[in-house]
């Protein structure tokens, strides 16, 4: 319903654990990445012989009870949460995805998207190869599996595939008796590993690897393999290129507590509210936040601004992804389900209320109007972001450019037609600062069109 950019999925791998407790650990994982997506969840396992998994459309706490996670026991696994980016949402586009090949079974989770997905199935099925599926993931696990059968070496079977699959990508495979971890060589999509006693572990962001008590190692290095086994970890770095991650990933998409190639997101989002304070000066009664992204930020802003820092919203936390999405006509009452606007903060006051993106315009609109109901005198929008005018072919799921509202319409225009007194977008640069980390750069192609690996856009 929220009119947002949305991640497409999160992956998360444990190897060397004891049986009874990999499936639970995974469990406990995944749970900590269910805001990277909400449509499926899936766990592969192995016992060292043969691999066992279980998926399914829904959220984590209700694909998996103790019964299945007692059945999936392994001493390594691989787990996934979905949103859907590539492929519609069935149960065949869960992940991982299971296949048999000439190397024994195999399974792969997969965060993010590729944009030479068509072609490269067009190959494999001119050579023979069926799809039980509609995602990417799969192509990708099948060209590993034909790669490994022409060379016997899966470490060469991957460093082929990547050679040829072009876009934003972190993942994970599991064999009977592996785990390889790799990401993308721009380093587009995040992959954290940590260790936990004997255990490895690999996911999608740091709190992930937190929430099951292990310590964090490193990320995994944008074009690298990492392979455990029973002899213990291995690195193969097979591409070099500047880093290019994701920079929705520090203003939207990871959880506050994550760390990220070196950069705490907290101290991200902090640095983009006292940065818009640098940028504009704006004055008023009061800073609020659309929770919770837009927390960090405001209280960055409040620091740096001296203004006072309010709570402008009761977030309702138990709408879930059975919430029954409402008719055009009710669509108001369902924003302010979940975002109910604090009366006491609120009235009588100019408010500078702080949120991360505006994507097609219609919910800010909804959450602006909302204020002038409960009586804010004046209501002034911050953006930690750049308005968003390109869309992403690296693993979100974003409107075309005629549905992008930045795309169509200049900043003033925009004000008015949310209902705000003014708007404001933090500055390419501004964004850009408050992500740097040393030598390391960030994908800015919603922002700005320069896309680091080439794609054809659509309108």
């Known amino acids: 319903m929220f009119d947002k950019l949305n ?15 990999t499936s639970q650990l995974i469990y406990y994982g ?13 766990i592969a396992v192995s016992d060292g012989q043969s691999l066992n998994y279980y998926k399914d459309e829904g959220l984590v706490q209700e694909v998996f009870d103790n019964k299945l996670l007692n059945f999936l026991a392994g001493g390594s696994g691989i787990g996934h949460v979905r949103y859907s980016t590539t492929g519609g949402t069935t149960y065949e586009n869960a992940q991982p995805v299971v296949i048999v090949s000439s190397q024994g079974q195999m399974a792969l989770a997969h965060n993010g998207n590729l944009v030479n997905t068509k072609e490269l199935m ?22 590993i599996a034909k790669n490994a059968q022409e060379s016997d070496n899966i470490i060469e079977a991957i460093q082929v595939t990547m ?32 260790k936990r006693g004997d255990a490895y572990v690999f996911a999608s962001e740091s709190c992930a690897i937190d929430s099951v008590g292990a310590d964090i190692i490193r990320d995994v290095r944008p074009g690298e393999i990492v392979v455990v086994d029973s002899n213990g970890i291995h690195s193969e770095q097979i591409a070099t290129n500047s880093t290019h991650l994701c920079s929705f990933e520090y203003v939207y998409f990871a959880r506050t507590d994550s760390v990220i190639d070196g ?38 802003y409040s620091e740096a601004s001296g ?3 309010s709570k402008g919203f009761y977030r309702n936390a138990y709408i879930g992804r059975t919430f029954i999405s409402p008719q055009q006509d009710m669509r108001e009452i369902g924003v302010n389900f979940k975002l109910s606007p604090i009366r006491r903060n609120i009235e009588g006051k ?12 219609t919910t800010i609109t909804r959450i602006v109007k909302s204020l002038r109901r409960v009586g804010a005198k004046e209501v002034h929008v ?25 795309a169509r319409k200049p900043v003033e225009d925009i004000a008015i037609e949310i209902g705000a007194d003014s708007l404001t977008y933090l500055s390419h640069d501004g964004l850009s600062e408050s992500v740097s980390r040393a030598g390391l750069g960030a994908c800015m192609a919603c922002f700005d069109g320069k896309y680091p690996i080439p794609v054809e856009e659509t309108s």
């Open 7 to 21: 991640e497409e999925c999160g992956v998360f791998g444990v190897f060397n654990t004891s049986p009874e407790e």
């Open 30 to 42: 995944l749970f900590a990445l269910q805001h990277r997506g909400q449509e499926s969840a899936g």
């Open 122 to 143: 067009s190959d494999l099925e001119a050579q023979g190869a069926t799809f039980q599926s509609s995602t990417d993931s799969e192509t990708i696990l099948k060209l």
């Open 163 to 194: 050679g040829v699959i072009r876009g934003g990508y972190s993942i994970l495979l599991l064999t009977n008796d592996k785990l390889y971890a790799f990401r993308d060589p721009m380093g587009i999509r995040p992959l954290i590993m940590g």
């Open 263 to 300: 950069l705490n997101v907290y101290e991200a989002r902090t640095n983009m509210g006292k940065r818009l304070w640098e940028e504009t000066g704006r004055k008023a009664d009061i800073v609020i936040d659309i929770p919770d992204s837009g927390t960090s930020a405001a209280l960055g």
């Open 307 to 309: 203004i006072p820092f």
């Open 350 to 361: 100019s408010v500078i209320m702080i949120d991360d993106s505006i994507v097609r315009g």
């Open 382 to 406: 911050m953006i930690t972001s750049p308005p968003v005018k390109y869309s992403c072919f690296y693993g979100i799921d974003t409107p075309t450019r005629k549905q992008l509202i930045a």
